[in-house]
């Protein structure tokens, strides 16, 4: 017995919605960023925050859009389309370990990854850039190679350790850029 | 024209040309190995450009992005993986001809149709850059105005995705680019009172932002496993890797890709992702035989590879002669253009003419050195598709902050680097594509002083914009562009509905028969 296809329609269904909340957060924080600005001695009716503000009003009109849209369609669809994806996810096979693993590691990727951005941009002006580099290359590479065993990490060390360096050989010394050096110099 | 391109050679110094070989071979690396690309290697060039000359250092570029366009038709014929995105299209029939046992017509194939697709748009280029440049140089702020919606509404529409979400981003991007100073009145605006921002957001690590964090995360093993394992097929070429009757019996799908390529990099924000799609979709409907696309037809090598490399000097078009990029990579080509102390633009051709004509003589000498480096270093590009991506990719990273760092010499700019990649990836969540934020954002600025400068011209006069000819030309377009591609997407929609209601139809009458 065939199972029903998912209707395209129902990964779009609250991807609307989600998207308009979304749209309407973005504008009321740019509208928020129109209300501090220097004074202007302009005598030009549109001002300096005319044309944001009018961009941040149209994003939360269009955002206001997306949601009646959802609300139109979702009527229209009703919820049998919802309940044949549920129907599928029920359907899907049980997973092997290794597959678990990496679909923990999917979901954790692109969060850590930018808390990691995060702390290498804290460090680098303390450790400098070398060493800071290098403990993000150490750090990033199992993460990205789903691999977080000791050996894992001490291999992403020496990868990190040689990279780092060479690249602070090649930017400070050879091309004589400056790049953010601690008290010992790099 | 020939005195422009000796004009333009004559620009050069030995070192430039080492540098047009070795952007060349750079390029061809990155754009063969897939989750890096042209955009990535340009990146990394940019910090290094600025010890360079501006001639020498767009020569790098240039390098780089015409081997990034042709190198990525390697992994996509040899791998099933696309390159770059511009490759999508080339993995349908070049992985299975590979499959069946022609790798090396495949390639052959590809790596010549890249050389034609290039060929011919450069030629475009010289042609049509300098004339556009003339006429542009005319129009007031009123028209550039126009032009910019013109440019934002199709961008919004094409690459948008979703004409209601394209502008939401488009929007967005257009009030990132006004953080700052204003233009018009001298007033600090949109900066939450952080200083550093008084000069706004700096172009290369905001777009670099935008570009990079999303190569980095899909590297990531987890990534791949979720779209499937890949074998890599040997392959040697003999010759051209394909026999010249076969290609005489591509002649009109070549040309006409190649017009495709051209038109769609001339549109400002969309480049060779769409011109493939669109050039193998075209080839498919007026081929005799479509059912056989996606089997391993030469037609389908043909079609994609000759398109986006036509879409390299369409890209540059609009750059040099309007200042507004043609693709993503042409965007940050500007913000590149911004470090070395120039301004794209008409402007560009008759206060730099020399630079301009050394551009195109630096294009012309890259299309002609990647072909050859393409059928001679094969084998060690095809070695280098089995470096682990997830292992370079965070070494990338790092050089790619030291290209933010050296913007200003400030870690600020690292910090503007991952809020536009942490806005990145959350539109991307949220299913917003960012075509529109990046042209958005790096024509904010202009967009806004021209309007204003024009209202204060006419006298805050809204009817002036529509009773100007050339300005009412570019927003009926874009109005009529808008309303066209929004009714044949809605079309498309309820084509594909109507095919799974019948198929869930069908399934219903096999389930009434169990």
Redesign the interface.
């Known amino acids: 017995?065939?199972?029903?296809?998912v209707?395209?329609?129902n990964k779009?269904e609250y991807?609307d919605l989600?998207?308009g909340i979304?749209?309407l957060a973005?504008s009321v924080g740019?509208f928020a960023?129109?209300l501090?600005?220097?004074?202007?001695?302009?005598n030009?009716?549109?001002?300096?925050?005319t044309?944001?503000r009018a961009?941040?009003v149209?994003?939360f009109v269009?955002?206001l859009?997306?949601i009646v849209?959802w609300y139109v369609r979702r009527k229209k669809a009703g919820k049998t389309a919802v309940s044949a994806a549920a129907a599928e996810e029920d359907s899907r096979p049980q997973q092997t370990e290794q597959?678990r693993k990496?679909?923990v590691?999917?979901k954790i990727?692109?969060p850590v990854?930018?808390v990691l951005?995060?702390l290498?941009?804290l460090l680098?002006?303390k450790i400098g850039?070398t060493l800071s580099?290098c403990l993000?290359?150490t750090l990033?590479?199992p993460?990205?190679?789903?691999?977080v065993s000791p050996k894992g990490f001490l291999k992403a060390f020496i990868?990190?350790a040689i990279?780092?360096a060479v690249?602070y050989l090649l930017?400070a010394k050879v091309?004589?850029?400056?790049?953010?050096a601690a008290g010992w110099g790099f | 024209m020939l005195e422009n391109i000796i004009m333009g050679f004559s620009q050069f110094s030995p070192l430039t040309y080492l540098l047009v070989f070795g952007g060349v071979f750079v390029g061809l690396i990155f754009g063969c190995v897939p989750g890096l690309s042209g955009t990535t290697a340009i990146t990394i060039a940019i910090p290094m450009s600025l010890v360079l000359d501006p001639v020498s250092a767009f020569a790098l570029f240039m390098g780089i992005f015409v081997g990034g366009c042709s190198g990525g038709c390697i992994s996509a014929i040899l791998l099933g993986i696309p390159g770059t995105p511009s490759n999508l299209s080339t993995t349908f029939d070049g992985y299975p001809l590979a499959k069946h046992g022609q790798p090396g017509k495949a390639l052959g194939l590809a790596i010549f149709c890249s050389f034609l697709g290039t060929f011919v748009s450069i030629f475009a280029l010289f042609l049509l850059a300098e004339p556009l440049s003339r006429v542009a140089i005319k129009l007031g702020p009123i028209e550039l105005f126009s032009l910019i919606f013109f440019a934002l509404s199709l961008v919004s529409v094409l690459a948008g995705g979703n004409l209601i979400k394209g502008w939401i981003v488009a929007l967005l991007g257009v009030f990132l680019g006004m953080v700052g100073i204003s233009q018009i009145d001298g007033a600090t605006r949109l900066t939450m009172g952080i200083r550093k921002l008084s000069s706004g957001f700096s172009t290369t690590p905001a777009l670099l932002g935008m570009f990079v964090v999303g190569s980095l995360i899909s590297a990531s093993v987890a990534d791949k496993s979720a779209h499937g394992e890949h074998h890599l097929i040997d392959c040697r070429i003999k010759g051209l890797g394909f026999k010249l009757s076969e290609f005489a019996s591509q002649i009109w799908n070549a040309i006409r890709s190649i017009a495709i390529g051209l038109g769609i990099g001339i549109l400002p924000g969309i480049g060779g992702i769409t011109s493939n799609l669109v050039a193998y979709s075209v080839a498919k409907t007026c081929s005799k035989t479509p059912e056989k696309f996606g089997t391993g037809v030469i037609d389908g090598v043909v079609a994609p590879e000759c398109a986006n490399n036509a879409a390299i000097g369409g890209a540059m078009i609009p750059l040099l002669a309007l200042g507004i990029p043609g693709d993503g990579l042409t965007a940050l080509l500007l913000g590149a253009f911004e470090l070395h102390g120039l301004v794209a633009g008409p402007i560009l051709f008759q206060k730099n003419a020399g630079f301009v004509y050394a551009i195109f003589a630096a294009l012309a000498l890259a299309c002609l050195l990647t072909v050859i480096m393409e059928y001679v270093s094969l084998p060690l590009l095809v070695r280098t598709l089995k470096v682990p991506i997830n292992i370079l990719m965070p070494i990338i990273m790092v050089l790619v902050m030291v290209g933010c760092f050296s913007v200003n010499n400030r870690i600020f700019e690292c910090w503007v680097f991952l809020i536009f990649a942490l806005l990145t990836y959350l539109l991307k969540k949220f299913k917003f594509s960012t075509t529109p934020l990046i042209l958005g954002f790096v024509l904010g600025a202009d967009c806004e002083t021209y309007l204003r400068r024009g209202l204060m011209l006419v006298n805050n006069d809204v009817s002036q914009f529509f009773k100007r000819p050339i300005s009412c030309a570019f927003i009926i377009l874009s109005v009529v562009c808008t309303v066209l591609l929004f009714h044949q997407d809605k079309h498309q929609k309820e084509r594909l509905k109507a095919a799974e209601s019948a198929s869930e139809a069908e399934i219903g009458v096999d389930i009434s028969d169990d």
């Open positions: 017995m065939k199972k029903p296809p209707n395209s329609e779009e991807s989600a998207s979304f749209a973005l740019l960023t129109t501090s600005h220097t004074k202007t001695f302009s030009s009716s549109i001002g300096p925050v044309i944001p961009i941040a149209v994003i269009l955002g859009v997306l849209r597959e990496l679909a590691f999917g990727t692109a990854t930018f951005i995060a290498y941009l680098m002006r850039f580099s993000y290359i990033q590479i993460l990205l190679s789903a691999d990868i990190g990279s780092s690249i930017f091309f004589q850029l400056y790049l953010p």
